[in-house]
């Protein structure tokens, strides 16, 4: 069984930092590409950034290039996500995701693409 746990998530004041963390099991972690989405209320999951199995292709949103920083670390079967000059505008629930792509030097940019997702953990950036 698939599991893709996030934590890390808390109340942090603009200007902030948070490092979400995303760790798999029932999965060869090293075969998937990763990927963070954020969801704010009213709203729909975007992606946030990804990564390809071997860091070799990264991907951010626009929103946040310059101030977040994906990595995952193999070994430990997790993906991270630092957020650092947190921002009102990146309250939301923030998702990792996995999708099955073996020795492909690629990231997934779509929801769609995604077939394993975690619960869930919620960033909130007071103002």
């Known amino acids: 069984q698939v599991q893709l746990v996030e934590s890390g998530g808390g109340l942090v004041q603009a200007g902030g930092s948070l490092r979400l963390s995303c760790t798999a099991s029932g999965l060869r972690f090293s075969n998937y590409v990763m990927g963070w989405f954020r969801q704010a209320p009213g709203k729909e999951r975007d992606i946030v950034s990804g990564i390809s199995w071997s860091d070799e292709r990264i991907y951010y949103a626009d929103s946040v290039k310059g101030r977040f920083t994906i990595s995952r670390d193999n070994a430990k079967n997790t993906v991270y996500l630092q957020m650092n000059s947190l921002e009102p505008e990146d309250t939301a629930v923030y998702y990792c995701?996995?999708?099955?792509?073996?020795?492909?030097?690629?990231?997934?940019?779509?929801?769609?693409?995604?077939?394993?997702w975690g619960q869930g953990t919620q960033v909130t950036v007071s103002s």
């Open positions: 995701a996995a999708v099955f792509r073996p020795g492909r030097p690629q990231v997934a940019k779509k929801e769609s693409e995604y077939y394993y």
